[in-house]
């Protein structure tokens, strides 16, 4: 946990079992600003693309494939990640279109990127004759890394975060950061921290996975790790979702629960498509 300086300069009582953000801004250089949002977000895709290419090489991939990969995908997710957070917001951005494109001052769905960087890497498998599945089971792994380290963010943004709480793990939200209606309630639950932790889970277990089937030849189908990491991600984002504030509605539906539970309907039809049916998965490339 970390030690709420801020906390203690508005006269809050200095609990080490809070958190409290430090602010958006990592340092300034000149003219240049380094956001921590930003920064995160690359570390992420770096990690990310170093852990895909250990995994890819086991696979027998060509690392430097997958580092153009990387490419692809940040060409296809960060742009899906903005498009559909934008497209669910638009009363904020109908008077100030250009806003649209400050991803750095947050308002990503991972959803969107999750879409985007599906299409990038469907091209890229028709570009370069590569099975698609064995792609997206390599990615996998990378993709949930980068969230768990991604959602961090959020933290230093003072963002996505859920209803007001006495936990001790609590977090603290500047006032000019709070919803309309709870001026006076200063923790929330910290639904970051609840994600990124969760994404760790899902990585051990996709990573375990790997392994197992690399110990097992021939008995880990392709596409088996994409559609659990993709079911188990989307299984936690279905209650963490539940606590936010700032959910993308879809009149009174969450956008994000519902897309989760496609996800889940969707990992576990294919898992008994590969192993109940003992059929592999359609081949789109």
Known sequence: MLLPLNAIARG???NLGQLASP???AFELGPITFRWY?????SGLFLGMLLAQRLGRRRGLDPERIGDLTIWLVLGALPGARLYYVLF???RYADRPLQAFAIWQGGIAIHGAILGGAIATLLFARRYRLSFWQLAD???PALVLGQAIGRWGNFFNSEAFGRPTDLPWRVYIPPAQRPP???DAAYYHPTFLYESLWNLGVLALVLWLF???LRHPGRLKAGTIF?????????GRVWIEGLRLDSLMLGPLRVAQLVSLGGIALGIVGLLWLYRLKRPLPDVV
């Open 89 to 91: 917001e638009w009363d």
């Open 181 to 183: 209606g709870l001026a």
């Open 227 to 235: 559609l659990v990491y993709f079911a188990t991600y989307s299984l």
């Open 12 to 14: 809050l009582p200095p």
């Open 138 to 140: 390599v990615v996998a």
């Open 211 to 213: 392994f197992w089937g």
């Open 38 to 42: 930003g920064m995160l977000i690359a």
């Open 23 to 25: 602010g958006p801004v």
